[in-house]
C-alpha cells in the first residue's frame, strides 16, 4: 500500500514509477507468504519427505516479476524520451504547456 | 410489391434520379414531376382499393419484440397521402418556376430533400404502428432542414438549429417517451380502431400521455412548441408551401388525428373527458396565434402564424372526441391545405416579380397581377372557411361536432372569434391589392412567370371545385367506422 | 480442417503473437502491412469459426494437454465467442486502415507499428479465450504494454506524457487484478475460473474473498475506463495515431468489461452483486453519473477526438447500466451495446482519422466544410451519429432499447426515460460537428484541399458503415447471440 500511496502522492515521474515497483512488489509478497505450507519444505520430490509447499505461487510470481521488470523498463523509457521533448519530469510542469487537460 | 411500399420507394427513386439528372435540369425537373405523377397514380390505386374494402396490411422489418416497421392502410392515411402527393405534383411545377426565376443556388439539392420528404410523408400516412410512425416523423424532419437551411447565411443557420432543435428535442424527449410508456402499458403499439389503451391506464394519467403525444408532435405547431415556424420561414416560398401544406405540419396533425383515434380510441376519449384540457389548450393556440398573425407585417410570418391557429382547429376538432368532429378535422386537413398552399403560392410571386415582402408594399397589386391575387382570394377564402371553397366544410363539421359536446358554448364562442380574426388578417391584403392604389406606380412588374400562374390557379380551382363535390372524400372518411 | 479445428480456441490468439514476431524481423513496410493484416483477418477467421460452434457447446482446449483445472485451459463459450469476433475484427479493419500517410508513425518504424498492434491483438484475444485466472493477467499485460508503445508512437510530444499516464494507471489496475486473484487463489487453491465458480460458492461471502473481489473489481474498472476511474481515457485516445486509437475504441475497455461481467456474473453470481455491498444502486449511480459527466464534458471539446474519447465514457455509462440492471434484457443490451459501441466509435475513429490523413486537422473549428470536401466520409459520420443517437436502423438503437426494456422491467421508468433524454446529448455534440462540417461559416482552411481518403482507409471505413447499418436492420444474428451470453451469465449465477 506504501508503493501505491507514493505513485499517487509524488509528482515526480522517476519517483512514481520507484512506487510502482515497490506496489508491486508486495503482491508478490502476497503470493509467495500463502505458499509456504507449515513444516513444509522445498516442493522437489524426495523420498525423505511428505508434506511440500506450494511451487505454484512461484512460478505466479516468477511471471509477475518478468512482467514488473518490462512494465519498468517501459515507463523508463518512456521518462527518458519525454524529458528530452519537455525538459523535465515533474509532472506539475506539464500542465500549462501544450494541449493539457 | 404492395403498393403502400411502392409509394415509399417511387419518391426515393425519384430523388436518386434528380441526384444522377443533376447535369441536365430539364431532365432533372422532368425526373420530378414523373415521380411525383408517378405516387399519384400508386395512390390513386391505393384509394382504389380502399373504396374496394381490400386492406393492405404489410410488415417489412421486425427490429425486435413489439418493434417492427408495418404499414396498413386506412381511410385517413389514403386522403393525406392524397394530398400530399397531389400537391407535390402542383407544387414541383410552381417549384420550376420560383427556382429558375429567382436562381436559387444548388437545386439539385432542393429537388432531392423535396422528394426524399415526400417518401417519409407516405411513410407517416402508411404507418401501420407508433414505432414505423416515428421513424417516418424523425425522416421528415432529418430530410426538411436541408431545404430550411438552404441559404446558407448565418441567419439560415440560425434559424436551421431553431427547427432541428424543436423537432428534435420534443420528438426525443417527449414523444419517443409517449410511445415507450404506451409501449409498457399496452404492451403493443399497432393501430387499432378501438384504441389499445382500453383498461389500461387512468383518466390522469391517460391526460398526461395525451399531453406527452401532443406537445411532443411539435410538427402540429401547438403552442407553445411552435417557435419552429416562423423560424422556418427563412426558407424559399416552395419550401413554406412544403412545409405548411404539403408535408410536415400536415404530417404533425395527422399523426395526432391517428394517434388519437387509433392509440387512445374516440369512445374511451369521449367517456373518460381526459382531453377536455386539449380542447383549452388547442383554443387558446388558436386565437392566441391569430392574434399574432394580425399584428405581423411580413407577409410569410403572417401565414406562419395563420397556420398555427388553423392547426389548432384541427387538434381542437379531434379533442371533441365526436365522430363527426374527427371528420371535420380531416376536412379541415384538406381545406387549410390547399388554401395555405394558394396563399404561399401568392406570397412566393409577389416576391418574385416584385421582391416585396411585407403587406404594406401590397398596395394596388391586383391590378398588376389579377391571376395570382384573384386566387388569393380564393385561397384566403378557403382559409377563414367561407363558403364556396373546401375550407367551410371542414369549420361546418367542427361546428357540428362542437354542438354535440358538453362545452358547446366555449368552442363556438371561439370558432366565431376565430373566424373573425382570420378574417381580420387576411381580408385587408386582399382589400388594399385590388382597391388601393399603387404606392410606386412607376414599377414595371407584371404578372408571375406561367409555370408559377398554371400552379396557383389550378389549386384555386380544385379548392372550389372540391365544396361542390365533398361528397367524395366524405364517403372516403366515413369508411372508418367510428 | 478437422484437424484444425480443435485448436481454434488457441490458434485465434497465437496467429497474431507469431505474425508479431515474424514482423520484427521485416523491414518492408508493404510486406509488413499485408502480413499483419492477413494474420489478423486468420485470427478472425477463428473467431467466427468458434462464434458460430459454441451455439450449444462450449469449446475447452487444455493447453499442453495439461488438464483443467491444474493446467491452463482456454474455454470459449457463448460470451466469449462473441467478444473475440468484435476484438479480431476491428483489429483487422485496424491494421487494413494504417496507411502510409498516417503520417503519425514514422516510415523508418512502420513494423515495429505492425508488432505492437498484433501483441495487443494477442493479449486482448487471450484475455478473452482463457479460463485461467493468471493466464489472463499476463495476456492483460501483454496488451497493456504493447498500447502503452502504441500510444507513445504518436506525433505530438503530448502521446509521451498520455503514455507514461496510462502505463501508471493500467499498472495499478492490473497489480490490483492480481491482489483480488491472489485472495481468491489463497481462498480457494484454484485459479481456473470454471473451477473457482465451483468453489468460491459456499465461501463468498468471507472476508478475504470480499477483499479479493473489492480489488478485482477495482482494477478492472480502471482498465475498463469506468467513470470515475476514467482519467486515462481522453488523452490517451486524443494522442494515439489513429488506427491505434480506432483499435483501442473498439475493444481494450471492452475487454476488461468483460472479464468484470464475467467475474461478477459468471464467477460470483448475480445474487452476490445485488446483495454485497450495496453494487447495484452504486453501479447505477455511476453509470449515469458517467453518462452525463461524458456527454457534457464531450460538448465542449474543440478538438473531434477528444470529443469522440468523452463519447466513449458516456457510452460505457450505457452498458454498465445495462448490466447492473442484471436481468435478461438488461445484460443482452449491455452486450449488443458492447458490440455496437465497438463498431460505432471505431468507425468514428477512422472518419477522424480520413479528415486528419486529407483535411489536415482534427479540430472541429479547422474542419469547416468538410462534408463538401469529403462527402463520403462525413456521410458516415452521420450515420454513426444515428447509431450513437440510438436511431432506430442502426446497431446503436438496438443495445439502448433492450436497456431501457431492462429499466421497465425492473420498475424503473425514470431510468428510461433518461437513457432516451441522454441521448439528446448526444445528439448536441454530434450534430455541432455535423453542421460545421455542412454549413460553415467560415471554411477557408479546408477550401483548397480534396480528395478522398486512400482505397484502405475507404474500404475499413465503409465495411464498419456498413456493419453499423446491417446489424441495426437484420437484428437476429447479434441479439440472438447476446441473448445467449446473457442467459448463460445469469444461468450460471442462479446456483
Not at chain 1, 45 to 69: K, M
Request: glycine share 8%; aromatic share 12%.
Amino acid at each position: 500500500m506504501m508503493g501505491f500511496y507514493i505513485v499517487l502522492a509524488h509528482s515526480n515521474m522517476i519517483k512514481k514509477l520507484i512506487g510502482l515497483g515497490i506496489f508491486q512488489t508486495s503482491v508478490y509478497f502476497l503470493y509467495i507468504v500463502p505458499g509456504k505450507i507449515v513444516g513444509g519444505t522445498a516442493p522437489i520430490i524426495s523420498s525423505d519427505y511428505q508434506v511440500y509447499s506450494n511451487p505454484l505461487p512461484h512460478v505466479l510470481i516468477l511471471t509477475a516479476i518478468v512482467v514488473g521488470v518490462a512494465t519498468l523498463a517501459l515507463g523508463l523509457a518512456l521518462v527518458v524520451r519525454i524529458n528530452e521533448a519537455y525538459g523535465t519530469t515533474e509532472e506539475d510542469d506539464f500542465s500549462g504547456r501544450d494541449e493539457w487537460h | 410489391m404492395d403498393e403502400a411500399i411502392l409509394s415509399l420507394v417511387i419518391p426515393l427513386v425519384g430523388a436518386l434520379a434528380i441526384l444522377c439528372l443533376s447535369p441536365w435540369p430539364n431532365l432533372r425537373e422532368g425526373a420530378t414531376l414523373l415521380s411525383a405523377c408517378a405516387l399519384v397514380a400508386v395512390v390513386g390505386m391505393i384509394l382504389r382499393d380502399t373504396l374496394n374494402g381490400q386492406v393492405h396490411d404489410v410488415m417489412l422489418l421486425h427490429f425486435a419484440p413489439g418493434l417492427s416497421l408495418a404499414f396498413k392502410v386506412e381511410p385517413f392515411g389514403v386522403m393525406f397521402s392524397l394530398l400530399a402527393s397531389g400537391l407535390w405534383v402542383i407544387n414541383s411545377i410552381y417549384s420550376i418556376g420560383y427556382v429558375r426565376c429567382n436562381a436559387l443556388p444548388r437545386q439539385t439539392s432542393f429537388y432531392l430533400w423535396f422528394a426524399v420528404s415526400l417518401s417519409a410523408t407516405m411513410g407517416i400516412a402508411f404507418a401501420g404502428n407508433l414505432f414505423t410512425l416515428f421513424l417516418f416523423y424523425e425522416m421528415l424532419t432529418l430530410s426538411t432542414y436541408p431545404l430550411v437551411v438552404q441559404g446558407k447565411t448565418n441567419s439560415d443557420k440560425a434559424a436551421g438549429r431553431v427547427y432541428l432543435g424543436v423537432l428534435l428535442g420534443t420528438s426525443i424527449s417527449l414523444f419517443l417517451v409517449a410511445i415507450l410508456w404506451t409501449w409498457t402499458i399496452a404492451g403493443t403499439l399497432d393501430f387499432q380502431l378501438e384504441g389499445i389503451l382500453r383498461n389500461k391506464i387512468g383518466p390522469g394519467m391517460m391526460g398526461m400521455l395525451l399531453a406527452l403525444f401532443t406537445f411532443g408532435i411539435a410538427k402540429a405547431a401547438l403552442m407553445p412548441v411552435h417557435r419552429w415556424l416562423p423560424a422556418a420561414m427563412v426558407a424559399p416560398a416552395p419550401v413554406s408551401a412544403l412545409l405548411h401544406a404539403v408535408a410536415v405540419v400536415k404530417a404533425g396533425v395527422f399523426s395526432i388525428v391517428k394517434i388519437l383515434v387509433y392509440i387512445f380510441g374516440i369512445d374511451l376519449l369521449a367517456q373518460t373527458n381526459s382531453d377536455n384540457w386539449l380542447i383549452y389548450a388547442a383554443a387558446f393556440s388558436v386565437i392566441a396565434s391569430a392574434v399574432i398573425a394580425l399584428r405581423q407585417d411580413d407577409l410569410k410570418r403572417r401565414l406562419a402564424y395563420s397556420t398555427v391557429s388553423q392547426l389548432g382547429y384541427i387538434i381542437l376538432a379531434v379533442a371533441l372526441a365526436h365522430p363527426i368532429a374527427v371528420i371535420g378535422a380531416m376536412f379541415q386537413i384538406l381545406g387549410h391545405a390547399l388554401g395555405k398552399i394558394i396563399l404561399f403560392f401568392a406570397a412566393g410571386s409577389i416576391y418574385t416579380v416584385s421582391g416585396f415582402t411585407k403587406i404594406s408594399q401590397l398596395d394596388g397589386i391586383g391590378r398588376r397581377m389579377p391571376w395570382t391575387m384573384a386566387a388569393f382570394t380564393v385561397g384566403a377564402m378557403c382559409v377563414i372557411g367561407l363558403p364556396g371553397t373546401i375550407g367551410f366544410w371542414g369549420k361546418w363539421y367542427l361546428l357540428q361536432g362542437a354542438a354535440l359536446s358538453t362545452q358547446q358554448l366555449f368552442v363556438i364562442g371561439v370558432l366565431l372569434t376565430s373566424t373573425l380574426v382570420s378574417a381580420a388578417y387576411l381580408i385587408p391584403i386582399v382589400y388594399v391589392a385590388f382597391f388601393k392604389s399603387e404606392l410606386s406606380p412607376a414599377s414595371s412588374y407584371g404578372e408571375a412567370p406561367w409555370p408559377m400562374v398554371v400552379a396557383i390557379t389550378v389549386t384555386a380551382a380544385v379548392a372550389v371545385l372540391l365544396f361542390f363535390v365533398a361528397a367524395w372524400p366524405y364517403q372516403l372518411l366515413s369508411l372508418l367506422k367510428l | 480442417m478437422a484437424l484444425i479445428t480443435p485448436h481454434f480456441p488457441l490458434l485465434c490468439v497465437v496467429i497474431p503473437l507469431f505474425g508479431a514476431l515474424v514482423c520484427a524481423v521485416i523491414r518492408n513496410n508493404r510486406t509488413a502491412w499485408l502480413l499483419a493484416v492477413c494474420s489478423a483477418l486468420c485470427s478472425f477467421l477463428c473467431a467466427v469459426f468458434l462464434f458460430i460452434h459454441t451455439k450449444d457447446y462450449v469449446a475447452s482446449y487444455a493447453i499442453g494437454g495439461w488438464q483443467p483445472p491444474l493446467g491452463i485451459e482456454y474455454r470459449i463459450d457463448n460470451f466469449n465467442a462473441y467478444i473475440l469476433v468484435l476484438i479480431s475484427g476491428v483489429g483487422s479493419l485496424s491494421l487494413l486502415y494504417t496507411h502510409d500517410t498516417i503520417i503519425e508513425v514514422s516510415l523508418h518504424n512502420r513494423p515495429w507499428f505492425f508488432v505492437m498492434v498484433l501483441l495487443c491483438l494477442t493479449g486482448l484475444m487471450g484475455m478473452t479465450a482463457t479460463g485461467d485466472a493468471f493466464n489472463l493477467f499476463v495476456f492483460m499485460e501483454i496488451a497493456s504494454l504493447s498500447s502503452y508503445v502504441l500510444i507513445a508512437s504518436g506525433k505530438k510530444r503530448e502521446a509521451l506524457v498520455a503514455a507514461y499516464q496510462y502505463l501508471i494507471a493500467g499498472t495499478i489496475g492490473a497489480t490490483f487484478y492480481i491482489i483480488g486473484i491472489g485472495f481468491l487463489y489463497i481462498s480457494t487453491g484454484t485459479l481456473n475460473i470454471a473451477d473457482l465458480t465451483s468453489r468460491l460458492a459456499s465461501i463468498k461471502t468471507t472476508a478475504p474473498v470480499l477483499t479479493g473481489v473489492g480489488f478485482l473489481i477495482v482494477g478492472l474498472s480502471i482498465k475498463a475506463a469506468i467513470f470515475p476511474l476514467h482519467a486515462w481515457l481522453p488523452n490517451a485516445y486524443r494522442f494515439a495515431p489513429v488506427p491505434a486509437s480506432a483499435f483501442f475504441s473498439g475493444t481494450a475497455t471492452k475487454v476488461a468489461l468483460y472479464i468484470l461481467l464475467r467475474f461478477i456474473f459468471g464467477v460470483l453470481g448475480v445474487q452476490f452483486f445485488l446483495g454485497a455491498f450495496g453494487l447495484y444502486e452504486v453501479t447505477i449511480t455511476l453509470s449515469l453519473g458517467a453518462i452525463l459527466f461524458g456527454s457534457i464534458i464531450a460538448l465542449f471539446q474543440k478538438n473531434l477526438r477528444r470529443m469522440l474519447a468523452y463519447s466513449s465514457i458516456a457510452q460505457m455509462g450505457y452498458i454498465t447500466l445495462g448490466a447492473a440492471l442484471a436481468n435478461e434484457n438488461g445484460l443482452t443490451g449491455a452486450l449488443i451495446h458492447i458490440i455496437g459501441h465497438g463498431l460505432t466509435k471505431a468507425g468514428l475513429f477512422f472518419v477522424a482519422g480520413n479528415l486528419l490523413a486529407r483535411l489536415g486537422s482534427d479540430n472541429i473549428t479547422d474542419l469547416a466544410g468538410a462534408g463538401r470536401r469529403m462527402p463520403w466520409t462525413v456521410g458516415s459520420f452521420i450515420i454513426f451519429s444515428f447509431s450513437m443517437l440510438g436511431l432506430p436502423g442502426t446497431v446503436g438503437f438496438l443495445g439502448k432499447w433492450y436497456i431501457a426494456l431492462a429499466a421497465i422491467e425492473r420498475g424503473s421508468l425514470w431510468l428510461a426515460i433518461i437513457v432516451i433524454l441522454t441521448s439528446l446529448m448526444t445528439l448536441l455534440y454530434m450534430g455541432r460537428f455535423i453542421e460545421t462540417a455542412y454549413f460553415p461559416s467560415n471554411d477557408e482552411k479546408t477550401k483548397s484541399l480534396a480528395g478522398s481518403a486512400p482505397w484502405n482507409m475507404g474500404l475499413s471505413l465503409a465495411v464498419l458503415t456498413g456493419l453499423c447499418l446491417w446489424l441495426g436492420i437484420d437484428t437476429a444474428i447479434l441479439t440472438d447471440k447476446a441473448r445467449a451470453a446473457a442467459l448463460f451469465l445469469l444461468g450460471t449465477s442462479l446456483q
